[in-house]
């Protein structure tokens, strides 16, 4: 069954939660050298904080459409000011109330992953980043790549591919770089009585020419030629992953009997219904 988790938690499986903290991994460069961050579709902020850690962050501007994730995103990250917005980003109200908490302070970098896909309509957000890297924003955006999955997510209101990528890519500056972020898979050989406290140096890794990406990223603005190649990798908790498959199925059980009791009732009710207008027919 697929995964549709749209909120990554410190309890999120290690192979979703890589492939968030590899973009903010990437754009961590950048926001360092940054006086000002804006992550748009914040969430709870955890892989921001694994990226950027005790990094002291400028101005940071936190958006979301939830309050109660706005209200955990940023703990973890020390910045001299943290402004949080609540937001409908597919409104021009909510994206006017981003740009006002913007300010008109020196232009710094915004964040938008895996935000776009769940809007109803993304014209209002994409318009006014484009505006806002003239203005001097650097800009780093990601959508998914719906081919990669073999069902359709319940939670996306836009499907993207190769093709709606390539018209995005249209309506953007020429001189966007673009990326696309490939899954990897991987194993760890732990020699008995080894140093294990130190990092684990990954062999170079070459992606296959037709290796099927994941996610679409895009930079645009002044700094998005600092957008750079690299790979991410984490331990994998297979208890965890036991733990969460497990939870899964129950609740999936849990949701097959009540349906099938919604399914007798309505049978029931049906065949009631049937026989009373039976009686009233006769």
């Not at 499986?13 to 360092?32: G, M, Q």
């Not at 006014?128 to 924003?137: C, P, R, S």
């Amino acid at each position: 069954m697929a995964d549709w988790q749209e909120r990554i938690t410190r309890d999120t499986k290690p192979s979703i939660r890589v492939e968030h903290d590899l973009r903010y991994a990437a754009a961590a460069p950048i926001v360092r050298a940054s006086t000002a961050w804006c992550d748009l579709g914040c969430g709870a902020g955890v892989a921001a904080a694994d990226a950027l850690g005790d990094a002291p962050l400028g101005r940071l501007v936190l958006v979301d459409f939830d309050a109660d994730a706005l209200d955990q995103a940023g703990r973890d990250l020390f910045s001299r000011e943290t402004v949080r917005v609540q937001a409908d980003l597919s409104t021009d109200e909510g994206v006017a109330s981003v740009r006002a908490a913007l300010g008109d302070g020196a232009p710094g970098v915004i964040t938008c992953f895996e935000v776009v896909e769940h809007l109803t309509t993304f014209v209002p957000l994409i318009d006014a980043l484009i505006e806002l890297a003239a203005a001097g924003w650097t800009v780093l955006l990601s959508v998914p790549n719906d081919a990669f999955w073999a069902l359709e997510n319940p939670y996306h209101h836009t499907m993207w591919g190769e093709g709606a990528f390539d018209e995005l890519r249209r309506l953007l500056p020429a001189d966007a770089v673009v990326a696309r972020q490939v899954p990897l898979d991987g194993s760890h050989l732990v020699v008995e009585g080894a140093d294990t406290d130190h990092e684990l140096d990954v062999p170079p890794v070459t992606p296959r020419a037709d290796a099927v990406p994941s996610h679409f990223v895009v930079a645009f603005g002044p700094a998005a030629p600092q957008l750079l190649s690299r790979a991410l990798t984490i331990p994998s908790d297979l208890d965890g992953r036991r733990t969460w498959e497990r939870q899964r199925e129950s609740t999936l059980a849990v949701l097959e009997a009540e349906l099938e009791e919604l399914r007798a009732s309505v049978k029931w009710s049906s065949e009631e219904i049937a026989r009373l207008n039976a009686q009233r027919s006769s």
